[in-house]
C-alpha cells in the first residue's frame, strides 16, 4: 500500500520568515495530494491541494508543488505569521470516485517565533 | 453552512465495552470517511463509505464496524474496547469523494 513520508517532525521559523515541508509518497497510481493544518483540539482544517496533473498552486501566502517524477510535494508557506503555528500533515490517495483512501504523513509542528 | 458535525465530543469507556460514535456530514455531501488518531500521529483510515455503501476498509480488526444511513449520516461501532483503541476519532465527508474535509472528532478514552 501507499507510504507517505513527511519531513521535518519539528520546525521553528521567525514571523515573517517562510517555512517549507516536504513529503514522499510510494505509490505512482496516487494522484491527489492535499495538505491539512490541524490545531490543537480540533480536526484538521484542509488548507491547499494538489491533483496528478499540475506542478504547482498557490493560494496567497501558501503554495504547493509535485514532482511525479521523484515522487515528491512540497508546502511553502511565506510571510509567516503567529497564526501559522500548529501541526501540519501532508496526504496521498488514489482519486477512484466514492473509493478514496487518505494516507497520511507523521506530521510537522510548525512554530512561528515572534 | 454547517461543517461535519460528530457526536459526542468526548467519551471514557472502560475496557470490554461498545461505543458508537455519529457523524453528520457536510449538507449536500454523499461520502462519508472514518479515520483514527492516536496522539501524535496522522489520521488512520479506517472505513469509507459512499450512497450508503462500504467502498473502502482500512487495516483495523472486525471488532470497528460503521455503516451509512439514508440521510448520509454515519455511525462508527467499535466492540470489546481496548486500551489501544484510545485515539481521537475523526470523520471526513466529501461530494466528489477526494476533496474530504474533517469535523472536531470525537476524544475516545478507555480506561
Known amino acids: 500500500g501507499e507510504n507517505v513520508e513527511q519531513h521535518p517532525s519539528t520546525l521553528s521559523v521567525q514571523e515573517g520568515d517562510s517555512a517549507v515541508i516536504k513529503c514522499t509518497y510510494s505509490d505512482s497510481a496516487s494522484n491527489y495530494f492535499p495538505w491539512y493544518k490541524q490545531e490543537l483540539g480540533k480536526g484538521p482544517q484542509l488548507i491547499i491541494d494538489i491533483r496528478s496533473n499540475v506542478g504547482e498552486k498557490k493560494d496567497q501566502r501558501i503554495a504547493v508543488t509535485l514532482n511525479k517524477t521523484a515522487k515528491h510535494f512540497s508546502l511553502h508557506i511565506t510571510e509567516t505569521q503567529p497564526e501559522d503555528s500548529a501541526v501540519y500533515f501532508c496526504a496521498a490517495s488514489i482519486s477512484n470516485f466514492g473509493n478514496e483512501k487518505l494516507t497520511f504523513g507523521t506530521g510537522t509542528r510548525l512554530t512561528i517565533i515572534p | 453552512d454547517a461543517g461535519v458535525t460528530q457526536s459526542p465530543t468526548h467519551l471514557i469507556k472502560t475496557r470490554g465495552q461498545h461505543v458508537t460514535l455519529r457523524c453528520s456530514p457536510i449538507s449536500g455531501h454523499k461520502s462519508v470517511s472514518w479515520y483514527q488518531q492516536v496522539l501524535g500521529q496522522g489520521p488512520q483510515f479506517i472505513f469509507q463509505y459512499y450512497e450508503k455503501e462500504e467502498r473502502g476498509r482500512g487495516n483495523f480488526p472486525d471488532r470497528f464496524s460503521a455503516r451509512q444511513f439514508p440521510n448520509y449520516s454515519s455511525e462508527l461501532n467499535v466492540n470489546a474496547l481496548l486500551l489501544g483503541d484510545s485515539a481521537l476519532y475523526l470523520c471526513?465527508?466529501?461530494?466528489?469523494?477526494?476533496?474530504?474535509?474533517f469535523g472536531p472528532g470525537t476524544r475516545l478514552t478507555v480506561l
Open positions: 471526513a465527508s466529501s461530494s466528489r469523494g477526494d476533496e474530504q474535509f
